[in-house]
């Protein structure tokens, strides 16, 4: 009984400290993806990844405008978890293995985003 309660407290210390540590941290201050991305050209991997944290990032940081359309931040996570496979193909089918520019960073980030976060007036 005891090791089922520890393992409980660990598992709430580790999501909260995830969620209020490291996801807000990585992103404060940031208005887009390109205050990220600070050298060009962007491996496409590295920005596939980064996308991935900054859509998680955008579900804790509109809270209050997710709830005021009735979605909690846990179902823009699971939406966000179910869409990335199909988006990432949607989205980057063509993009080069190299994104060589700011426009070009913006664009991606832009359709992903809009692929995978489907709720309005979600700022980022």
Known sequence: ???LFGSLIIIVAVFSVNKYVFS???YDGVTTVTDIISTYPVDIFYFKKTMQ???HHLCYKNEDTLISQHVSVS????ELDDKKT???K???RLAPLNI???GEVLD???QYTQCTLPYKYILG
């Open 1 to 3: 009984m005891k090791l």
């Open 24 to 26: 807000n941290k990585v």
């Open 53 to 55: 944290d900054y859509a």
């Open 75 to 78: 179902e823009c996570i699971s």
């Open 86 to 88: 199909e988006c990432e």
């Open 90 to 92: 949607k989205v980057f």
């Open 100 to 102: 060589e520019s700011k």
């Open 108 to 110: 991606y980030s832009r």
